[in-house]
């Protein structure tokens, strides 16, 4: 948002940053093992790309660089202001701008605002009774404590998500024991992962074109699996259910154990997972799978519902992130004092992602339902990117001080959102995607393409472009 703004000429914002650098959630998240799953020559911006990815799947510290990098490059320093943490985002009324307000007491007015505070960005540590009891260490994987040696550590692993089966692997090469505690099983692929040779990464640095065409057959590649997520959900069992049951075959050999980690739900009702490694990490003697479920934690460990006592040194948590609550703990107030919370009281939603009735020129990036669980999240965040450079422009252009959407179109389009959800395999079963009222605040229904059309070339109609103040 900040390198396209430049590149509009607009110097005068500024990006609000908690933390005291860049980077987001590859800035915080280091756990071993943390790599992106979707391939990085399209896991990065379409305007900047890094010909010199060491892997086609790129592990954290070189996606990081990447952004730290993308920051220097385009300039974008000395617009942050670190360690700027937001309480609250209010419209005054009288004065028809927007006041923000930090933890420091600071208050801000702006004309505009835009956030970019991600949907995985607050480590979710289940409430479970006894934890304060425990003398062990625990950590979240979003926290880890890489100066805590787990040689030779009794450890338990809470969670069999995204994050976890990259860690474990890890985890139970160090650990004398493992043992992860395991709610759901999860569908896992293998990673088609390998490194990317030095005459690959030449060629690609003087062949850009060939780099985007890669890129492209990627995009194209992934592009097509929505239909399975959306439309034939029957393709899911050759494309996912097959392969799946194929490689924990090949990697697990005992028939109880299959069937412990064999799903009982649909294929991609939660994210699908890649892993050349997990399963097969089950086959060491001191690596155990653990479905009984969690009663409490002890001092020295973890008791299941069936009186079981697992005597541990370390938890750890894989147990994922507070994804509800949209843009929490921020307080947002638009027009008359609403509470965005308060609006979205029976789920977040908004126009394409980006915009609420009430909340003039408030733009979201990553907003509810635009997140996607077959394709690259950068695509969409360019859309969205280009769209608020759209109404920008617009409000140029017919001398606007306000841009607002309407608030029909705004409930006909998120209703929409919510029918064609219906009809998607996520409606199949419970995941990070749906809230506890049975909502899908996340995902986007359709394909990324039909995103793009809408946010790129559809009339702006849909808003009201005002004089005001
Ligand atoms: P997650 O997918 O939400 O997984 C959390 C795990 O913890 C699940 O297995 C969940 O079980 C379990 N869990 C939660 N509360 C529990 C409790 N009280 N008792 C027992 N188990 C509990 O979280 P994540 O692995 O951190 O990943 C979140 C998302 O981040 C991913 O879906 C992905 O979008 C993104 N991510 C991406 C990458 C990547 O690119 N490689 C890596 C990490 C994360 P249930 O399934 O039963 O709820």
């Known amino acids: 948002m900040a390198a396209a703004l430049r590149k509009a000429g607009i110097e005068d914002f500024i990006l609000l940053e908690k933390a005291l650098d860049v980077g987001g959630v590859w800035r915080e998240n280091r756990y071993p093992g943390a790599a992106c799953d979707v391939p990085s020559h399209l896991y990065s911006f379409s305007f900047h790309p890094n010909p010199d990815w060491s892997r086609k799947f790129a592990p954290q510290a070189e996606i990081l660089a990447y952004l730290q990098d993308f920051a220097s490059r385009f300039d974008l320093r000395r617009h942050i202001r670190f360690g700027a943490e937001v309480r609250s985002v209010a419209f005054d009324d009288a004065a028809s701008h927007w006041q923000v307000t930090l933890t420091d007491g600071i208050v801000l007015q ?21 934890q304060e009891q425990f003398t062990g260490k625990s950590f979240h994987s979003a926290d880890w404590d890489h100066g805590f040696d787990l040689r030779g550590k009794r450890v338990a692993v809470i969670g069999t998500g995204a994050s976890a089966i990259q860690f474990v692997p890890i985890v139970a090469d160090q650990a004398a024991s493992l043992t992860v505690f395991q709610r759901s099983p999860a569908y896992i692929l293998p990673r088609p992962d390998r490194a990317h040779t030095r005459l690959e990464r030449a060629f690609f640095k003087r062949m850009p074109w060939a780099l985007r065409l890669l890129r492209l ?50 294929v991609g009702c939660k994210r699908i997972l890649l892993s050349s490694d997990y399963l097969a990490a089950f086959e060491r003697p001191t690596v155990r799978l653990e479905t009984a479920d969690i009663r409490r934690i002890t001092a020295t460990g973890i008791e299941t519902q069936d009186g079981q006592q697992h005597a541990v040194d370390v938890i750890i948590y894989g147990t994922g992130f507070a994804t509800q609550e949209f843009l929490a ?106 809230d506890a009222h049975g909502h899908n605040g996340s995902n986007w229904p359709g394909s990324t393409l039909t995103y793009r059309w809408r946010t790129r070339w559809r009339t702006l109609d849909a808003y009201r472009f005002t004089q005001q103040g």
């Open 110 to 130: 702006t004309q505009f605002v835009v956030t970019a505070m991600g949907q995985l960005s607050r480590p979710a540590v289940p409430d479970i009774p006894g």
């Open 217 to 266: 057959g990627t995009y194209l590649k992934y592009e097509v699996r929505v239909v399975a997520f959306t439309r034939l959900k029957g393709l899911m069992r050759p494309l996912g259910e097959k392969p799946f049951l194929k490689l924990l075959g090949r990697q697990i050999s005992s028939a109880d154990l299959r069937k412990k980690m064999t799903p009982d739900y649909p």
């Open 329 to 434: 703990p921020l307080e947002i107030t638009g027009r008359r004092g609403k509470s965005l919370r308060k609006a979205w009281a029976q789920g977040a939603k908004a126009h394409l992602g980006i915009m609420v009735p009430d909340f003039p020129n408030f733009f979201m990036l990553y907003g509810p339902n635009t997140n996607l669980g077959h394709n690259s999240i950068i695509y969409m965040l360019e859309s969205q990117i280009a769209h608020v450079m759209r109404c920008l422009k617009q409000m140029d252009r017919s001398k606007a001080t306000h841009v607002e959407v309407a608030d029909e179109v705004y409930q006909r389009s998120t209703a929409g959102v919510q029918r064609e959800l219906a009809r998607t395999v996520w409606a199949g079963c419970k995941s990070w995607y749906i």
